[in-house]
């Protein structure tokens, strides 16, 4: 395991995998206790998440920090918020999975293709990945990163089971030729 990457072995024929998609997690958490008890909890909870001090994982093309979800904050159970970046004309997984998602773009252009369809986009962009939807992103500037926020409500589809969720192809496992050394930026 490299500091950029948290790619693992995997399946039985010792393919490399991202870990993220192979470990157990938590999807919906318990709400146990007393009105009173879960009351003053969720009182107490942060209500700012600095991303700087957030991890990076994946790579070498694209990389993710989980900001708000269930597993890491007791304020939202029913929301999952992500920042994911692409170097320079990088790409991540094709993937589909039941829950809808808003994908805001902060930095970069790329395009996205869903079911077969390409979509292009660029910062300020805000793009909707619909229910059921087989998609990729693509960045499609060869010298420039792409950063988007990927906001959705899977925990709650999770928790009505409507658990479909495919991966399609894993994320490259090679860098971009020319941006062997490519970095997330460390202020988000």
């Not at 600095?50 to 990389?63: I, L, S, V, Y």
């Not at 899977?154 to 062997?180: C, N, R, S």
Request: charged fraction near 25%; include cysteine.
């Amino acid at each position: 395991m490299t500091e950029k990457t948290d790619l693992v072995a995997g399946g039985s024929d010792g393919e490399v995998v991202w870990e993220r998609w192979q470990k157990k997690r938590v999807f919906v958490r318990a709400l146990e206790g007393t009105y009173g008890e879960l009351v003053s909890e969720l009182f107490e909870q942060p209500r700012i998440y600095r991303t700087p001090d957030m991890e990076w994982k994946g790579g070498p093309q694209n990389f993710g920090k989980k900001v708000i979800n269930p597993q890491a904050a007791k304020v939202s159970q029913s929301i999952e918020t992500h920042i994911d970046v692409y170097a320079p004309g990088g790409y991540g997984q094709k993937h589909g999975h039941m829950n809808s998602a808003v994908f805001f773009v902060l930095k970069g252009k790329g395009y996205d293709v869903h079911d077969g369809r390409r979509i292009d986009w660029e910062a300020g962009d805000a793009l909707i990945v619909e229910n059921g939807c087989v998609h990729q992103h693509f960045n499609s500037d060869p010298d420039g990163e792409s950063i988007v926020l990927i906001m959705k409500a899977k925990p709650l589809f999770l928790f009505m089971h409507m658990i479909f969720q495919k991966m399609v192809d894993y994320p490259p496992k090679t860098p971009v030729p020319g941006h062997e050394d490519y970095v997330p930026p460390t202020n988000i």
